[in-house]
T-cell receptor, first 113, second 110 residues
Framework: NAGVTQTPKFQVLKTGQSMTLQCAQD?????MSWYRQDPGMGLRLIHY???????DQGEVPNGYNVSRSTTEDFPLRLLSAAPSQTSVYFC????????????FGQGTRLTVV | GQQVMQIPQYQHVQEGEDFTTYCNSS?????IQWYKQRPGGHPVFLIQ?????EVKKQKRLTFQFGEAKKNSSLHITATQTTDVGTYFC??????????FGTGTSLTVIP
């Protein structure tokens, strides 16, 4: 099994550019989420989804959009990148949000200049 | 998000010393999970605690869930260089948001 696949692994953007971080899982998990990781800040929840067609905001949703058209895919869109969005982004999936382990992708290191 | 404090933020230990990290919540939890992230890697699930006062062991790692289900600890006995990384708690209070603590970064000095 591939598990959770994130692409790209590295990305450099100019301020104002847009891009989509891809996340796909092949475990038929209902719950998927996006986090950003900054030094000393831990993992902060950006957006999450409890199933296809359902998304909701986490702790730090501003500047990011998501959609969940299929169970497998949960892309994260940056509409107009800002230097404050420089971070490492992780996608995760789990069978449910409450009591099952989360599986993480390898992460995307994003730099906005 | 949930009010979760994880302490300490950083810990340096000599190889062979013990290490403990604590996760404290302001609210009663339904369960708590622990994850480890190696440098440059992604978080990996270690364990889940569900019952009040629960204690679980994995080799040199001991996990505890407080009696009031508001705090938890991870203790490593006789650290090794392979224990290096950041340890995160993930407390669950019943909502759909999957939050993590701020993490404790462990450095083991050979």
């Amino acid at each position: 099994n591939a598990g959770v696949t994130q692409t790209p692994k590295f990305q450099v953007l100019k301020t104002g550019q847009s891009m989509t971080l891809q996340c796909a899982q092949d475990m038929n998990h209902e719950y998927m989420s996006w986090y950003r990781q900054d030094p000393g800040m831990g993992l902060r929840l950006i957006h999450y989804s409890v199933g296809a067609g359902i998304t909701d905001q986490g702790e730090v949703p501003n500047g990011y959009n998501v959609s969940r058209s299929t169970t497998e895919d949960f892309p994260l869109r940056l509409l107009s990148a800002a230097p404050s969005q420089t971070s490492v982004y992780f996608c995760a999936s789990s069978y449910s949000s409450k009591d099952t382990e989360a599986f993480f992708g390898q992460g995307t290191r994003l730099t906005v200049v | 998000g949930q009010q979760v404090m994880q302490i300490p933020q950083y810990q340096h230990v000599q190889e062979g010393e013990d290490f403990t990290t604590y996760c404290n919540s302001s609210t009663t939890l339904s369960n708590i999970q622990w994850y480890k992230q190696r440098p440059g890697g992604h978080p990996v699930f270690l364990i889940q605690l569900v019952k009040s006062g629960e204690v679980k062991k994995q080799k040199r790692l001991t996990f505890q869930f407080g009696e009031a289900k508001k705090n938890s600890s991870l203790h490593i006995t006789a650290t090794q260089t392979t224990d290096v990384g950041t340890y995160f708690c993930a407390p669950h209070g019943g909502g759909n948001q999957f939050y993590f603590g701020t993490g404790t970064s462990l450095t083991v000095i050979p």
